[in-house]
């Protein structure tokens, strides 16, 4: 992906469709990011209670620690990151080469469920950043 310029308008279809996919379907808070570790959205009821900007930065380390990880053991890559908590879950998805999906919801939604909507929104999300 070129230098990225975010406009109202990409931001607010993406907080669209991460808000119609990931939130109606649960899910507390969802952050996209990029790989610097930027905050592009900010999505859900629990949104203004989490320290965006810090999530996003470490975030962003954890993605390209695991990257590292992923080489030494063989592998390209790991296309996700999952930590389950006694409270909270949160979910890593990378979309594409530079965006990640950060997902953080409760047992009340499925892991299944937000590894599917990931999915299905990975090339829309694509698709609005590199019109």
Do not use: W, Y
């Amino acid at each position: 992906m070129a230098d990225l310029v975010l406009t109202a308008e990409i931001q607010n279809k993406a907080n669209e469709l991460i808000e119609n996919s990931l939130v109606k379907a649960g899910v507390a808070t969802v952050l996209l990011i990029d790989g610097a570790g930027n905050v592009l959205a900010n999505c859900g009821a629990r949104g203004a209670e989490i320290d965006a900007i810090s999530l996003a930065a470490l975030a962003a380390a954890s993605r390209g620690a695991t990257a590292q990880i992923a080489k030494l053991i063989g592998e390209e890559d790991f296309s996700l990151l999952f930590h389950k908590g006694k409270n909270g879950n949160i979910h890593f998805g990378r979309l594409g080469s530079d965006l990640i999906l950060v997902t953080i919801f409760t047992d009340e939604v499925s892991l299944g469920l937000v590894r599917c909507r990931v999915a299905e929104l990975t090339q829309p999300i694509l698709d609005i950043f590199e019109a």
